[in-house]
């Protein structure tokens, strides 16, 4: 319910064209989709009072299933004046809003938000496992020492407040970590003891016994984390990230960790992605990495036909939309 409200709120914080529309026409495209299964999403379209059509049958909305083809999501909208309404299906949208796709003409709407719950999940086993030094004990073949931090009663920085930080806080707080969390909106966000924007960034990773990312990648945050931002943090501190690989300074990462500057890195996503064989993080004994597998397509099948199925119910019903985009801010 938490995680519901967090993304009303942030719905009714972008512009939205409300419509009333009586089982209306979805689309769904492109003919091939490496997301979703057709079959699921005309399912979900249905259930949620819709009618699913081809692109050409004066369609009132449109599922669109690929990132990477943007110059069909063109040529479609183009050819289709009817469309008001476009449902991508994934949450980071970065490379669609530095094409320029997201023209104020349509009302667009992404996923993000959708999977926060188990992204949630997975940065908070990472954040464990690495204060436990998990990676290590897991390899070990003999007893060793005693070793390993408590998150409890400890201070943590998240960057992003969104739906994963919404869901994060919740996970956290049974653990009554003292949060900050670090967003571009001055709103707060609940469960954390303070919200801070940006250019208070080094001030919250000072004492954070974790530091999480889960923010959308835009040119303001990539490389958010670079060297210095890692010569503040302490070395004790992990970095646990969840968002995009593009948020972190790979190399100044690397030398980070080679210095025993900080307490680890935990890294479902890398910059560059597939991390390649050989690559130094992968023998760092103070890196834990996982293959983008935060939320897994099994995962994804179920939560985005959910979504898919809400927002076509609201689009028939007039109420506001889950998983807005904002053109200006471009996520």
């Known amino acids: 319910m938490a995680r519901q409200s967090a993304l009303a709120r942030r719905s009714a914080s972008v512009p939205d ?44 909305g449109l599922v669109w299933l690929s990132p990477r083809d943007i110059d069909g999501l063109r040529g479609t909208l ?48 990472l954040a464990l496992a690495g204060l436990r030094l998990l990676r290590k004990r897991i390899t070990a073949r003999t007893w060793g020492e005693q070793a390993g931090l408590s998150l409890y009663d400890e201070p943590v920085a998240i960057l992003g407040g969104g ?3 919404a869901s994060l ?39 954070a016994r974790c530091v999480f990312l889960a923010l959308a990648l835009t040119p303001q945050t990539e490389r958010i984390i670079g060297a210095g931002e890692l010569a503040v943090m302490s070395a004790e501190s992990w970095l646990v990230n969840v968002a995009r690989g593009r948020h972190v300074d790979t190399d100044a990462l ?24 050989g690559h130094p993080l992968w ?37 506001p939309l889950l998983g807005l985009i904002d053109p200006a801010a471009g996520y």
């Open 17 to 60: 064209k409300v419509w009333g529309v009586a089982a209306p026409r979805i689309a769904v495209g492109p003919s091939a989709s490496e997301y979703l299964s057709k079959a699921i999403v005309t399912k979900a379209i249905a259930d949620g009072g819709g009618q699913p059509v081809g692109a050409d049958e004066a369609a009132d």
């Open 254 to 277: 690397v030398a980070a960790l080679a210095g025993g500057d900080i307490g680890g890195a935990a890294l479902d996503v890398t910059d560059p992605e597939p991390l390649p064989d």
């Open 283 to 319: 023998t760092q004994e103070r890196c834990i990495i996982t293959p983008h597998s935060a939320d897994t397509q099994e995962m994804v099948d179920r939560m985005l036909a959910a979504r898919i199925r809400e927002n076509v119910t609201r689009f028939a019903e007039g109420q």
């Open 169 to 207: 806080l919740a996970l956290l707080a049974p653990l009554r970590v003292r949060a900050t969390v670090v967003r571009r909106s001055p709103e707060p966000l609940a469960g954390a003891v303070r919200t801070v924007p940006q250019d208070m960034l080094h001030e919250a990773l000072s004492d």
């Open 163 to 165: 739906g994963i930080a």
């Open 78 to 125: 183009a050819a289709t004046s009817s469309i008001r309404w476009v449902q991508l299906p994934f949450a980071g949208v970065e490379n669609m809003a530095a094409a320029g796709v997201f023209d104020p003409q349509w009302t667009w709407t992404c996923a993000k938000g959708a999977y926060a719950e188990p992204v949630a999940e997975h940065a908070l086993m």
